[in-house]
């Protein structure tokens, strides 16, 4: 690998890193998950994410998602779904009583029981949350506009695509195990029920600003 490709590679790499560091709908959903008492089932939240993720970034490796982007008619769909999406979760996550928050565990031992109809619903929860966001497609897009050329070969950019979705897994599953030490997880709990007023609130807003927004463009 000569020496631009491991520019391109080091500098897709860190932007892309440091997009993930900051908190978006994504993040809330693996923090409301790892909450539940059950970090096993919680990697499913993660792994929807990242096949999510996944999808856009071969959509834009092989060239659809520039065709995407400029189809108005899809991208509003999307926006008009995910914004939905995103006010339906707000929606559960505030009404949800202070007694609902009774039965999170605090033991870890006890929160490690598998599920698989569980974990099937956090990963459908997880790649929702991911494919119906169109920043998402627009992030690598734009990312990869930028920084690959047609120059480069196809397996660099499987490489870095591989890559890019091996990250977004695995720094969800380190908050998900994060939350799953004891001492974290007990002051985390402790404070579940005002986390998920929060979490609805920010997500809700996320949601009604996406619908303003397509609304606002509306002739």
């Not at 339906?88 to 565990?105: E, V």
């Not at 734009?142 to 979705?165: C, D, H, Q, R, Y």
């Given at each position: 690998?000569?020496?631009?490709?491991?520019?391109?590679?080091?500098?897709?790499?860190?932007?892309?890193?440091?997009?993930?560091?900051?908190?978006?709908?994504?993040?809330?959903?693996?923090?409301?998950?790892?909450?539940?008492?059950?970090?096993?089932?919680?990697?499913?939240?993660?792994?929807?994410?990242?096949?999510?993720?996944?999808?856009?970034?071969?959509?834009?490796?092989?060239?659809?998602?520039?065709?995407?982007?400029?189809?108005?008619?899809?991208?509003?769909?999307?926006?008009?779904?995910?914004?939905?999406?995103?006010?339906?979760?707000?929606?559960?996550?505030?009404?949800?009583?202070?007694?609902?928050y009774a039965?999170?565990?605090?033991?870890?031992?006890?929160?490690?029981?598998?599920?698989?109809?569980?974990?099937?619903?956090?990963?459908?929860?997880?790649?929702?949350?991911?494919?119906?966001?169109?920043?998402?497609?627009?992030?690598?897009?734009?990312?990869?506009?930028?920084?690959?050329?047609?120059?480069?070969?196809?397996?660099?950019?499987?490489?870095?695509?591989?890559?890019?979705?091996?990250?977004?897994f695995f720094?969800?599953?380190?908050?998900?195990?994060?939350?799953?030490?004891?001492?974290?997880?007990?002051?985390?709990?402790?404070?579940?029920?005002?986390?998920?007023?929060?979490?609805?609130?920010?997500?809700?807003?996320?949601?009604?600003?996406?619908?303003?927004s397509v609304?606002?463009?509306?002739?």
């Amino acid at each position: 690998m000569d020496i631009n490709l491991i520019s391109i590679f080091v500098s897709v790499a860190a932007a892309h890193f440091l997009a993930l560091l900051s908190p978006g709908p994504d993040f809330v959903l693996v923090v409301k998950s790892a909450l539940k008492g059950n970090q096993k089932n919680a990697i499913g939240v993660a792994l929807g994410i990242a096949t999510a993720n996944a999808v856009y970034i071969t959509l834009c490796l092989i060239g659809v998602g520039a065709i995407l982007s400029t189809s108005i008619g899809l991208m509003v769909t999307l926006k008009v779904i995910g914004g939905l999406f995103l006010m339906y979760i707000a929606y559960h996550a505030l009404k949800a009583p202070k007694n609902a928050y009774a039965n999170f565990s605090t033991n870890t031992k006890a929160s490690t029981e598998f599920s698989l109809s569980c974990f099937c619903k956090e990963f459908v929860t997880g790649f929702l949350s991911g494919i119906l966001n169109p920043k998402n497609l627009l992030f690598y897009l734009s990312l990869f506009t930028v920084a690959l050329t047609p120059e480069v070969s196809i397996s660099f950019k499987v490489l870095l695509g591989v890559w890019m979705t091996l990250v977004v897994f695995f720094w969800d599953v380190a908050i998900i195990y994060m939350l799953s030490k004891t001492t974290i997880r007990q002051k985390f709990i402790r404070a579940a029920f005002y986390i998920d007023k929060v979490t609805g609130v920010v997500l809700g807003a996320i949601g009604f600003n996406i619908l303003k927004s397509v609304w606002s463009k509306q002739p």
